[in-house]
């Protein structure tokens, strides 16, 4: 006797454990749901949202931002003021060469146009070069006494009759006149003295008399020993007898020019010195150039006249 089930294929029950998970295909990226990952594979609180930031963080967020961004403003300032004191010192370098050049082409110009001058006119630069030395002096002294409180109007009055001097002696000298007159004179006088040499022993004697008639004039009005005055009218006498012999030499016309000059500078200079030696210094006078009288003056009368108006026993 077949059973019930004779002529029905026998099932057969397997009992299926749980499923792997389904590989994705090849290139496919996997879901981003968390759930398809099987439990045991999922990280802690992988389904879970991160909380939102709360007010204090993202208070402190915005306050770094924005130190971060002042920084970085910071940062850029730096460097281009960095950049612009570059240009800066560049640009007040190239001001000082500039102005350097110049100074350099304006001393060249003095200095090189003295010694041309000096070349061609009087016909040697040593000229050139104790002129430019003289000048600066007469400049250096014309300064001083002016700081001194000498007034402008007199350093201009020595200047031109120092230039008067020099007109005239380089004109003298440039055309011999004070040989051709010893000349003359030693021949009148009767000089039993070579012909050559006869301009300059008259030139000592004429310049020896002058030297006396001047000493004498000046011991007369200067005050003083006996003594004093024979030196003084001594001393002229050798400067005379000097100056009358260097005046008998037969310059030339450069040469006489530029004795000329030379002693135009030295008289502009003397002149200026014995002007000094003569009134002094005033001292007071220098003072109150650089003491504020007016301002202080006018302060007292001001307080003076605060007092009068403040009421009895205010500021006693």
Not at 180 to 199: H, K, N, T
Not at 233 to 252: D, E, H, K, M, N
């Amino acid at each position: 006797m077949t059973n019930g089930t004779a002529g029905r294929p026998q099932e057969r029950c397997i009992i299926e454990g749980p499923r792997a998970p389904r590989r994705p295909p090849f290139g496919a990226r996997p879901l981003d749901d968390p759930t398809s990952v099987p439990p045991q594979q999922r990280p802690p609180n992988a389904g879970a949202r991160k909380p939102a930031p709360g007010l204090r963080a993202q208070v402190g967020a915005t306050r770094e931002a924005a130190i971060a961004l002042v920084r970085a403003h910071i940062e850029l300032g730096r460097t281009e003021i960095g950049e612009i004191a570059g240009e800066v010192g560049r640009m007040v370098a190239l001001a000082a060469l500039v102005i350097a050049v110049l100074l350099f082409a304006a001393l060249l110009l003095v200095i090189g146009g003295t010694l041309f001058l000096a070349e061609w006119l009087l016909g040697s630069m040593g000229w050139g070069v104790l002129h430019g030395i003289l000048l600066a002096a007469g400049i250096a002294v014309a300064a001083g006494v002016l700081a001194a409180g000498m007034p402008a109007s007199r350093v201009l009055r020595w200047f031109l009759v120092a230039v008067v001097v020099a007109l005239a002696v380089g004109g003298a000298l440039g055309l011999e006149l004070p040989n051709q007159l010893y000349r003359s004179v030693g021949d009148s006088a009767g000089l039993s003295v070579e012909a050559g040499v006869r301009p300059l022993v008259a030139g000592l004697l004429v310049g020896a008399l002058v030297g006396l008639v001047i000493g004498i004039v000046v011991a007369a009005m200067a005050a003083g020993s006996g003594g004093g005055r024979l030196a003084t009218v001594t001393g002229l006498i050798v400067v005379g007898a000097l100056v009358g012999a260097f005046s008998a030499i037969t310059f030339g016309p450069r040469v006489g020019a530029a004795v000329g000059i030379t002693t135009g500078y030295l008289t502009w200079i003397a002149l200026m010195a014995i002007d000094l030696a003569r009134n002094g210094i005033d001292t007071e006078a220098i003072k109150n150039r650089f003491y504020p009288s007016a301002t202080i003056e006018t302060s007292k009368e001001t307080l003076e006249w605060l007092q009068k108006r403040m009421p009895p026993g205010i500021g006693s």
